[in-house]
């Protein structure tokens, strides 16, 4: 069974700054994909980034970028120049690549609060 | 309007009562998902279909109920609703493994058992 785990529950950064969000996974799968959504007050879940495991480039969007590090079970989500309409919940998933019907594990969440 | 819908947004039922949760996309993905997402949590998977007459069990499948006798649809039933059951419902789509594994999610539904 896979694991993952936000270590954060609640961040703060000003408007303009840079943010880095932990995420770290279990798994003994070698193939899997790794995953960034964000929640914002609406409720709604909206993709923000995504990555391959046999990738070894970091995953890029725009303001947002990850580190990932295989060998750690890292995947951590940096959002530059932040928003105020990044302030959201925004948790981190899993699914391997094995998987019987895409089964998505997702961690606790961080909630991200962007100040003016 | 194409994308993946929920109906209702919102309900209020009664312990015992039987309720049904609807969810319609309109990509023709394989799979669909439903997943219930409770006060500070992440999302727990209920149920899932890979296709049309094909579902499984999830993480949290007891007292739930679903089918899927056409692709675009994924109603999810809660047969004697309990107010353990009070929880925001996401129906999610995936085109599936090999053709893109991201899933897409509607926009929930809060549930509230009385």
């Known amino acids: 069974a896979q694991t993952v785990t936000q270590s954060q529950p609640e961040m703060s950064v000003q408007e303009a700054e840079t943010v880095t969000l932990s995420c770290t996974y279990d798994?003994?799968?070698?193939?899997?994909?790794l995953f960034w959504y964000k929640q914002p007050p609406s409720r709604q879940m909206i993709l923000v980034i995504r990555?391959?495991?046999?990738?070894?480039q970091n995953a890029t969007e725009n303001r947002f970028s990850v580190n990932f590090q295989k060998a750690a079970k890292s995947f951590s989500l940096k959002i530059s120049d932040s928003q105020l309409g990044d302030t959201a919940m925004y948790f981190c998933a899993f699914m391997p690549q094995s998987a019987a019907g895409n089964m998505l594990t997702f961690g606790g969440g961080t909630r991200l609060m962007v100040k003016p | 309007d194409a994308g993946i819908t929920q109906s209702p947004r919102y309900k209020i039922t009664e312990t015992g009562r039987q309720v049904t949760l609807m969810c319609h996309q309109t990509w023709s993905h394989s799979y669909m998902f439903w997943y219930r997402q409770d006060l500070g949590h992440g999302l727990r998977l209920i149920y899932y279909?890979?296709?049309?007459?094909?579902?499984d069990k999830g993480e949290v499948p007891d007292g739930y109920v679903v089918s899927r006798s056409k692709t675009e649809n994924f109603p999810l039933t809660l047969e004697s609703a309990t107010r353990s059951q009070t929880s925001v419902y996401f129906c999610?789509?995936?085109?599936?493994?090999?053709?893109?594994?991201?899933?897409?999610f509607g926009p929930g539904t809060r549930l509230l058992v009385l």
């Open positions: 990555q391959e495991a046999y990738k070894q």
């Open positions: 999610a789509s995936s085109p599936g493994l090999g053709s893109g594994e991201t899933q897409y």
């Open positions: 279909s890979a296709a049309a007459d094909i579902t």
């Open positions: 798994t003994s799968e070698n193939n899997y994909y």
